[in-house]
């Protein structure tokens, strides 16, 4: 048996580091029910007392694995991920594995998406966000920032 090892001399040993915390840390997926349906959404690292989470909602056509990991895996990120517990939220039917919907689903307005946040943070007992969009998902958080202006931060 023959065990070949790769070293590259350019890659320091926090880097390696980062990498493996970065591999580990999978997350955990939630669901909730909301009045417009299900919400799906998936939670990484612990909430720190008096901290706010990072919310996430992503554009039409992705979910937070494709519109946000490549961001939290910059290496400048890592201070935030270290402080900050995070929730991306999947609008329903983007989330990995989603069922097709029946037919005749109606799907909900982007206010209504909007209007299924306050139960993702009730599921968590979370207080306040700091809110990350991109397109529809930024439209989402501000309107839920403008009917809930006491528990967000900042978008």
Request: hydrophobic share 40%; charged share 15%.
């Amino acid at each position: 048996m023959v065990v070949c090892f790769c070293v590259n001399p350019c890659v320091s040993l926090q880097e390696a580091e980062l990498a493996a915390r970065i591999l580990l840390d999978q997350g955990q997926t939630h669901s909730v029910e909301t009045p417009y349906g299900s919400v799906t959404f998936t939670v990484y690292g612990t909430p720190k007392p008096k901290r706010p989470a990072i919310l996430t909602y992503h554009d039409v056509g992705l979910n937070y694995k494709s519109c946000f990991q490549p961001l939290f895996q910059f290496e400048d990120m890592q201070e935030i991920i270290q402080n900050f517990v995070r929730v991306h939220v999947d609008a329903p039917g983007m989330e990995e594995g989603a069922p097709v919907f029946p037919l005749g689903y109606q799907y909900p307005s982007l206010d209504q998406l909007a209007d299924m946040i306050p139960c993702v943070l009730q599921y968590l007992n979370f207080s306040t966000i700091i809110g990350v969009g991109v397109g529809a998902g930024a439209y989402i958080l501000a309107r839920y920032a403008l009917n809930h202006p006491d528990t967000v931060e900042g978008l």
